[in-house]
């Protein structure tokens, strides 16, 4: 869900977010000219500057490309944020305090001074929280080059990874203490609470005096939020056959929620953007190992299973996503998990296979940086190609049960699809491919889209009952087995009252807007 910002705050950020200075910050070569100042436009190549920033309207406008807006729009385009992260972006850069995006109770006896007091301690709480990642990143980051000898050194040197990459993901090394941490945390002037909030300590039991490092002699790496900022850890073991679990991550916080968490997603949007596709992976090591191999729109969920929100996270900046997962039978079985999240939302999928490796990491370091990216941005294949060549090697498709098996699911993939036009082109391909005709097909079809319409009748808004009445999978893969969080047929878009303001903003902005407006849009 997106985090409701106040009005009163939005325009307080407007008021005291200078255009010229916030572009000048991005744009180094803007340089007055007479009430107005030029630079060559930052969002296309161009020779004659045509990019022009006007203080007294304090907004932006590229006569070339015909981007355009103020300071936030200007934050949106060109670190690729939605509104309600450019605007925490600007509030941090201007010291402006924005309301904590948990319910806050208010009670009637409090003032309302004493109400935004409240407001602002919880602000404070979520900024001394990101402080204290940011300052722990550091402290294992010097950790790990400052004991070349310790296990975790010795482990990281295995990996290969060259330093300019362990730089750019901070990657560092966990102390064999049980307070190392802590120790440190507290020269630094955080409190106990603070390090139980973080979820950075563990205790004995619930309410304990006692706390201990929650991570000791293991490799970490920071995550981060959309916005770059670092809002947790997740660890890896440098065991072979590991006793405990081989990643201990950090848990959900006030700043820390995994299901809207994507690895590397703050470094990796700019290249979804260009390139328009993401490249989702599983985990960091592959996500590192994608980067490396030049593959830098690759990202990954974060200590669990994709689910919806991440999705909708990813649409924001492209519809074309590539599936990279582990060469193995629990990345295929995610391949269709993820399917059936993605494919009802709208996205074009395909699927990259490593050959002769189980992962990205695996294939970068036996073939090389030229192989993964040929397996992940040459040879990968359309989702249904991918689906209908993996049930081949489950049934026998010469003889008619076997091809009535991988037609039954093919066709419940299909029905995934929330495009009538792209479920037609679908069945069209999948006819050429077995010889059944399209109409037989498209009959099947609509047996299948009315279970699963009766389902969702019957149980509203429960997504398992969808998915046990649509997932058949060809690939072997029970129901049961690869079951995804199915999101609605129709999702619903929070701060609509928001957007219509923003729209009409806009329109209010230029008059040649209004004048389009009053042509094409409705009244209501």
């Given at each position: 869900?997106?985090?409701?910002?106040?009005?009163?705050?939005?325009?307080?950020?407007?008021?005291?977010?200078?255009?010229?200075?916030?572009?000048?910050?991005?744009?180094?070569?803007?340089?007055?000219?007479?009430?107005?100042?030029?630079?060559?436009?930052?969002?296309?190549?161009?020779?004659?500057?045509?990019?022009?920033?006007?203080?007294?309207?304090?907004?932006?406008?590229?006569?070339?490309?015909?981007?355009?807006?103020?300071?936030?729009?200007?934050?949106?385009?060109?670190?690729?944020?939605?509104?309600?992260?450019?605007?925490?972006?600007?509030?941090?850069?201007?010291?402006?305090?924005?309301?904590?995006?948990?319910?806050?109770?208010?009670?009637?006896?409090?003032?309302?001074?004493?109400?935004?007091?409240?407001?602002?301690?919880?602000?404070?709480?979520?900024?001394?929280?990101?402080?204290?990642?940011?300052?722990?990143?550091?402290?294992?980051?010097?950790?790990?080059?400052?004991?070349?000898?310790?296990?975790?050194?010795?482990?990281?040197?295995?990996?290969?990874?060259?330093?300019?990459?362990?730089?750019?993901?901070?990657?560092?090394?966990?102390?064999?203490?049980?307070?190392?941490?802590?120790?440190?945390?507290?020269?630094?002037?955080?409190?106990?609470?603070?390090?139980?909030?973080?979820?950075?300590?563990?205790?004995?039991?619930?309410?304990?005096?006692?706390?201990?490092?929650?991570?000791?002699?293991?490799?970490?790496?920071?995550?981060?939020?959309?916005?770059?900022?670092?809002?947790?850890?997740?660890?890896?073991?440098?065991?072979?056959?590991?006793?405990?679990?081989?990643?201990?991550?950090s848990p959900e916080s006030p700043v820390f929620k995994k299901s809207r968490t994507l690895y590397a997603l703050h470094l990796a949007r700019s290249a979804i953007?260009?390139?328009?596709?993401?490249?989702?992976?599983?985990?960091?090591?592959?996500?590192?190992?994608?980067?490396?191999?030049?593959?830098?729109?690759?990202?990954?969920?974060?200590?669990?299973?994709?689910?919806?929100?991440?999705?909708?996270?990813?649409?924001?900046?492209?519809?074309?996503?590539?599936?990279?997962?582990?060469?193995?039978?629990?990345?295929?079985?995610?391949?269709?998990?993820?399917?059936?999240?993605?494919?009802?939302?709208?996205?074009?999928?395909?699927?990259?296979?490593?050959?002769?490796?189980?992962?990205?990491?695996?294939?970068?370091?036996?073939?090389?940086?030229?192989?993964?990216?040929?397996?992940?941005?040459?040879?990968?294949?359309?989702?249904?190609?991918?689906?209908?060549?993996?049930?081949?090697?489950?049934?026998?498709?010469?003889?008619?049960?076997?091809?009535?098996?991988?037609?039954?699911?093919?066709?419940?993939?299909?029905?995934?699809?929330?495009?009538?036009?792209?479920?037609?082109?679908?069945?069209?391909?999948?006819?050429?491919?077995?010889?059944?005709?399209?109409?037989?097909?498209?009959?099947?079809?609509?047996?299948?889209?009315?279970?699963?319409?009766?389902?969702?009748?019957?149980?509203?808004?429960?997504?398992?009952?969808?998915?046990?009445?649509?997932?058949?999978?060809?690939?072997?893969?029970?129901?049961?087995?690869?079951?995804?969080?199915?999101?609605?047929?129709?999702?619903?878009?929070?701060?609509?009252?928001?957007?219509?303001?923003?729209?009409?903003?806009?329109?209010?902005?230029?008059?040649?807007?209004?004048?389009?407006?009053?042509?094409?849009?409705?009244?209501?």
């Open positions: 869900m997106a985090r409701h910002i106040p009005d009163e705050i939005i325009d307080q950020i407007r008021m005291r977010a200078d255009i010229v200075e916030v572009v000048q910050s991005y744009v180094p070569t803007l340089k007055k000219a007479g009430a107005t100042w030029k630079a060559c436009c930052p969002f296309h190549q161009e020779k004659t500057p045509s990019f022009v920033v006007n203080p007294q309207r304090q907004t932006y406008k590229c006569f070339g490309c015909g981007k355009g807006g103020n300071a936030i729009s200007f934050i949106m385009d060109f670190e690729k944020l939605d509104f309600p992260n450019a605007v925490e972006l600007l509030a941090r850069k201007y010291g402006i305090i924005i309301p904590d995006p948990e319910p806050v109770h208010y009670h009637s006896g409090k003032n309302a001074e004493e109400n935004r007091t409240v407001h602002e301690s919880s602000y404070s709480t979520r900024e001394r929280l990101y402080q204290l990642h940011e300052k722990l990143a550091s402290f294992y980051e010097k950790n790990l080059h400052e004991h070349p000898d310790s296990p975790v050194a010795q482990y990281f040197k295995t990996r290969g990874i060259p330093p300019e990459f362990a730089m750019r993901f901070h990657i560092g090394s966990a102390p064999d203490s049980w307070d190392a941490a802590i120790r440190f945390a507290h020269s630094e002037h955080f409190t106990d609470e603070e390090l139980r909030l973080s979820g950075i300590v563990s205790e004995k039991e619930p309410g304990s005096a006692h706390i201990y490092d929650r991570f000791r002699n293991r490799l970490m790496f920071p995550i981060w939020n959309e916005q770059g900022r670092i809002v947790a850890f997740s660890a890896r073991s440098i065991e072979a056959d590991p006793k405990g679990w081989k990643y201990v991550n953007a260009e390139k328009d596709s993401a490249v989702l992976c599983e985990g960091q090591l592959d996500t590192i190992a994608l980067h490396r191999a030049g593959c830098t729109n690759a990202v990954a969920p974060q200590g669990t299973a994709f689910g919806q929100e991440q999705a909708l996270i990813l649409k924001r900046y492209t519809q074309n996503i590539t599936l990279a997962l582990d060469n193995d039978k629990a990345g295929r079985a995610a391949v269709f998990k993820d399917a059936a999240i993605l494919l009802p939302l709208g996205f074009s999928l395909k699927v990259a296979v490593y050959t002769s490796a189980k992962d990205a990491d695996e294939m970068l370091k036996n073939q090389g940086p030229e192989a993964v990216r040929k397996a992940v941005e040459d040879d990968s294949t359309d989702f249904f190609d991918f689906s209908f060549t993996l049930a081949c090697t489950k049934y026998d498709a010469s003889t008619p049960a076997g091809k009535a098996a991988i037609t039954a699911g093919l066709l419940s993939q299909i029905a995934w699809v929330d495009s009538e036009s792209m479920r037609e082109a679908y069945l069209s391909w999948l006819s050429s491919k077995t010889q059944i005709h399209s109409d037989a097909l498209r009959a099947d079809l609509h047996k299948i889209l009315a279970k699963t319409e009766k389902v969702s009748r019957n149980h509203p808004g429960d997504g398992h009952s969808f998915q046990q009445a649509t997932l058949s999978s060809p690939s072997g893969i029970s129901p049961k087995s690869a079951a995804p969080e199915m999101p609605p047929r129709s999702v619903r878009m929070p701060g609509l009252r928001k957007c219509f303001a923003e729209f009409l903003q806009t329109l209010l902005s230029e008059e040649r807007f209004a004048e389009m407006a009053s042509r094409d849009v409705d009244k209501e």
